[in-house]
């Protein structure tokens, strides 16, 4: 099966032209001007004048099916990334959960089989250590060779997720040795708990408590400690879902200083506030951490993608339905689980806020979410790039078309939006995952189990940083 689309923009992260790109089974065999009127044959062309053709955006952060809090995030693997797909998505990097008392890698093979004949579109795994022992960190070679070469720990979850400062710099020391990264949830989440329960003991149980108990100052101390425990073991450390301007001031620092530190942000820190947890339990809908906050973040959040000090951005994806699952926390907002959905939306927010909004150029758009994640975790330029060779991972995105977010009207398995009603300029018309048709005007014509398992190697982070 041979494609070719015409006439478009090619947009990558370092330019634009018009060009033509002839797709020959699931990668890119040719890139050029005028391949038509050249005399390239194709079983079909997809015209694309006046559209952008990018690469397929990669969201390196999300939650299928996990398990919190007594509920499970309800998009499947299926459902997510169909959604992740309609919204020009091509590949999630999902994370993977060891249990504690378990091993790696019965968590990897439990996601693995969750995923495996379900996703629609390409997918990998990050690994979430819940205990560091002597066998633990053995295992962390073996998945690093297995193509899973990215562990996540936390400083927050009390009895759930926490890693100690030892725990953690023994893994980080054990990355210095296998290549691997160590990704990083940073909040101070002893000192959260005791605050989280004062403020629901002098009486304030909505969903607002939860912000103000997740203080903007527990993330910047958490990501300072984090970065410079990195710094003593010698190895890059990357900040997952980065809400404040004091947790980006900790990376800018050490950015300044040489270290081998990277962010992410998410939209729901760009586009979201503190605001949004008001207005009683409907404030539910709005429970993730860290907490959205106060809408002076936002200016500095995008200097730091203008800048560099933050790489991509992901979604967090972890969606609970409002009713029956978010309100497993009316009356306590302690009990509310945490997650937004997102995975849907973040490419056309980010080029309406972004793009739209006059602050990133398209390439940098293209770049934070499709090209920094592909090399930050291995998959460049196979994924990522519009370059001979690479997978088809092909969106012909209409920069013009707006179209308005709705729970009515998005794929993603959950009961409401949180950005329902914003209207928004940008959409993708066509999606090609390896070649395949699999969003096309609105239509689904791909199908289940074409995901495939994306084998990673590590990335060169002193290169990178
Ligand atoms: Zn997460």
């Known amino acids: 099966m041979r494609t070719l689309i015409s006439n478009g923009t090619i947009v990558t992260a370092e330019g634009r032209s018009v060009a033509d790109v002839l797709i020959d089974g699931e990668a890119i065999a040719t890139i050029g001007a005028g391949l038509a009127e050249a005399g390239v044959t194709a ?17 390196a952060h999300t939650h299928m099916e996990l398990p919190f809090g007594g509920t ?24 993977a959960v060891q249990s504690r008392g378990a091993s790696l890698r019965e968590g990897l093979d439990t996601w693995m089989a969750k995923a495996e004949g379900n996703a629609v579109a390409d997918f990998g795994f990050h690994m979430i250590m819940s205990d560091v022992n002597d066998d633990t960190l053995r295992e962390m070679d073996t998945l690093v060779s297995e193509g899973v070469p990215d562990f996540k720990l936390f400083t927050a979850y009390p009895g759930v997720f926490l890693s100690d400062d030892g725990a953690i710099f023994r893994a980080m020391q054990q990355t210095a040795k296998n290549g691997g990264l160590i990704m990083m949830h940073a909040e101070n989440g002893l000192a959260i708990d005791i605050v989280a329960n004062q ?9 607002m408590g939860h912000g103000l108990a997740r203080k903007a100052v527990f993330e910047g101390e958490a990501t300072n400690r984090v970065i410079r425990l990195a710094e003593a073991a010698g190895v890059p450390v990357y900040i997952v879902h980065l809400s404040s301007k004091e947790a980006l001031a900790e990376v800018r620092a050490a950015r300044d ?8 942000t998410c939209p729901q820190y760009l586009f979201l506030s503190l605001d949004d947890l008001g207005n009683g339990f409907e404030g539910a809908k709005f429970v993730c951490s860290p907490p959205l906050r ?3 973040h936002w200016d500095e959040l995008w200097t730091g993608l203008v ?29 509310v689980p945490n997650g937004l959905p997102g995975v849907e939306d973040r490419v ?16 940098r758009w293209v770049e934070i979410i499709s090209t920094a994640p592909a090399k930050l975790f291995g998959m460049y330029p196979r994924k990522g790039s519009l370059t001979v060779g690479a997978d088809a991972d092909i969106v012909i995105y209409d920069p013009n078309r707006r179209h308005t977010i709705s729970a009515a009207t998005h794929h993603m398995d959950v009961d409401y939006s949180c950005y329902e009603g914003r209207s928004v300029q940008g959409g993708s018309d066509i ?19 074409h995901g495939r398992f994306i084998k990673r190697a590590p990335a060169d982070y002193v290169r990178l940083s």
């Open 72 to 95: 499970f995030a309800k998009d499947t693997f299926e459902s997510g990334t169909r959604a992740a797909a309609f919204g020009g998505t091509t590949t999630i990097l999902d994370f």
């Open 199 to 207: 403020t629901f003991e002098a009486g304030t149980t909505e969903p």
């Open 257 to 264: 200083r040489g270290s081998m530190a990277f962010a992410e």
């Open 307 to 335: 800048k560099d000090d933050l790489q991509l951005v992901a979604t967090d994806h972890c969606p609970f339905d409002f009713h029956g699952q978010k309100e497993l926390g009316r009356g306590d907002f302690r009990k």
């Open 348 to 363: 056309d927010l980010l080029h309406d806020g972004g793009v739209v909004g006059g602050r990133i150029t398209p390439e």
């Open 294 to 296: 106060p809408k002076d």
């Open 431 to 449: 999606v090609l995952s390896r070649g395949t048709v699999i969003v096309r005007n609105g239509e689904f014509t791909g199908r289940k189990g």
């Open 43 to 59: 079983d079909e062309t997809i015209d694309a004048t006046g559209k952008f053709v990018i690469p397929g955006a990669i969201d």
